[in-house]
């Protein structure tokens, strides 16, 4: 059995965690309420270093003084707790959700359309062609502009047994990949903390 | 000009990254890119502002609870006590010391991946009520699962060497085919939506309902 602290405390911290399989306790609460606040203080220390690192730093060792434009939009946020100027919050959301928008869209439109239609119709093998067809046919399954009637309908039809498919890798793939990671834990507690395990 | 302004703003900042990365490389253009660079910049500051913003609510509505003793007020203090500790020792004395080091490596590590551990008890609960090899979807979306499981756990290939095979085959070709299918419905979804708030036809991300 480990004599050290920080092991006790993780080993304790992940019992109480995996407790509520079984129901809901004590024990439970105290696990999630200390990792939610030690994840929100985390977050704000970094979220610290990056106005430190990228707008706080060059603008008071450099000079720059575009850094003060983000700096008073991030201010400008807080404006929503004082009721009358609340609306001024609107503007750095306004810019905010600009970046956002325009980093999704280009990533949209690169990404996840032209690239991916230029991997698709590039076809060298069997497993190539294969790819190409149930594309396409997971793609006409979306077609709603129009029933699919005759021959012509088993196209949709093959795409919703690929997309059947899809689903259920991706499910079994989320499972084992959580099962890993419960498989770590077991072994956290039972070798590294408890020592009863190699 | 309280909404009508902000929507101008958005709409002129989403352009000019679009724009940033879909024009060539001449000196004509070189604003663009610059002012595509810069805004992107803005952008980590601003957000790192609204993770502040997101702290600040958290502490107020526990705050809140503690103040009128509320049932629960004993793990919001643990949660506020717990997270000002985070945020004083983390600026105040960094990263690398060690009280930040060892609520970091003995809390939030293990807790982290133990509630995701846990998902895995809820994930498999909901897929045995809800699987029901009904119908010919349903069965393939069963069948594709377990052939998956198996195919990346050793009994699988300790049952046959045809599972891991078989489970490689279906991530590279069906299951990439259909994700692919997803990807370029969700990417033209993506670029409707932003056009609808280009428009002003979408202003919820500005608190506003229409």
Redesign the interface.
Known sequence: MSLDM??W???L??LA??S??WKENPFY???????????????????????RD??VKPLAEEGQL??I???V???L??A??FKGVA?IA?????????????????G???G??VQ??S??ISVGSV?DI??LV??I???S??FFSRTIKGPVAAIPQL??????????????????G??A??I??IQ?VLGDWLGVMK | MKTTLPVAIMTVIALIIILDFFVADAPSVQWIKQSGLVLRSWGIVISAFAMGLGAVNLLRRHVVTISRRESGAFYSVLLVGSMLIMIVVGIGAGQDSPVYDFLFSNILSPASATMYASIAFYIVTAAYRSFSAKSLESWVLLLTAVVVMLGKAPIGAAISGFFPVAADWIQNIPNTAGMRAIMMGAALGVVSNAVKMFLGLDRTYLGLRD
């Open positions: 920080g092991i405390v993780a080993g911290v992940t965690i995996l509520h399989v609460r105290i696990a999630e309420h200390l990792y939610v606040g030690i994840s929100a203080g985390h977050a704000v220390v970094m979220a610290w270093g990056n106005i990228t707008a575009v850094w434009i983000p700096i939009l991030g201010v946020l807080y929503r707790y609306w609107r503007f750095p959301v306004a810019v905010m959700v600009g970046i956002g928008t325009g980093v999704a869209v280009r949209a439109i690169h996840d359309f991916q239609i991997a698709t497993n294969l790819l149930f594309v046919a997971s793609l399954y979306f795409g919703r047994v690929v997309l059947m498919v899809a689903f259920g890798a991706a499910f079994g793939t989320t499972v084992m959580r099962m990671l419960l770590g834990r956290f």
